[in-house]
């Protein structure tokens, strides 16, 4: 088979289109993946979430007079959004989800144990720097989390270190 000058200058074309094509995909996808600390299973922790929970944790250890290295802070945060990802899923694919009454239960009892929402709040966010929104979604966590435990037949750190084991975990943070 033999192609002519015209064919040979379009196959050419398409080849070099394609060539384009992929590798600023390529460059997309890495482009995409600056902005992102970790990803789990295809699921991405974004470095901007990371960087607000070290901040958190950072400022609660400052608070308490507490000694840290910034490079463990960061890892050990890290580990736990990755944990909290891993929970999320199995929560997820097993239908294990918090209602609004669980939470709002749960945060009456927190505002109950502290005398008032005004003083729970100003405790948090003198502990932790964070805001009511913020708090609430920790607590909405902290309950799923417990929910998730309830449903394991083994304690949900052996779990989740067999399934840390078992996931593509790519850590991409670089601070």
């Given at each position: 088979m033999t192609f002519s000058k015209t064919n040979k200058i379009f196959l050419v074309s398409v080849f070099s289109t394609l060539v384009v094509i992929g590798?600023?995909?390529?460059?997309?996808?890495?482009?995409?993946?600056?902005?992102?600390?970790?990803t789990v299973n295809g699921a991405g922790i974004e470095q901007?979430?990371?960087?607000?929970?070290?901040?958190?944790?950072?400022?609660?250890?400052?608070?308490?007079?507490?000694?840290?290295?910034?490079?463990?802070?960061?890892?050990?945060?890290?580990?736990?959004?990755?944990d909290k990802e891993?929970?999320?899923?199995?929560?997820?694919?097993?239908?294990?989800?918090?209602?609004?009454?669980?939470?709002?239960?749960?945060?009456?009892?927190?505002?109950?144990?502290?005398?008032?929402?005004?003083?729970?709040?100003?405790?948090?966010y003198r502990l932790y720097g964070i805001d009511k929104n913020r708090y609430l979604l920790n607590l909405s966590y902290d309950i799923l989390r417990s929910k998730v435990q309830s449903s394991l037949d083994v304690p949900l750190q052996d779990w989740l270190i067999e399934v840390r084991n078992n996931s593509r975990i790519l850590l991409l943070s670089n601070s």
């Open positions: 590798v600023s995909l390529w460059l997309w996808r890495y482009i995409a993946d600056l902005s992102l600390a970790a901007e979430y990371l960087d607000d929970e070290v901040a958190s944790r950072k400022h609660f250890q400052e608070v308490n007079n507490q000694d840290s290295n910034n490079e463990d802070l960061e890892q050990d945060t890290l580990r736990l959004l990755v891993l929970i999320e899923r199995y929560a997820d694919v097993n239908n294990i989800y918090v209602q609004q009454q669980e939470l709002d239960e749960y945060y009456l009892a927190k505002v109950a144990s502290a005398g008032s929402e005004d003083e729970l709040l100003s405790e948090i």
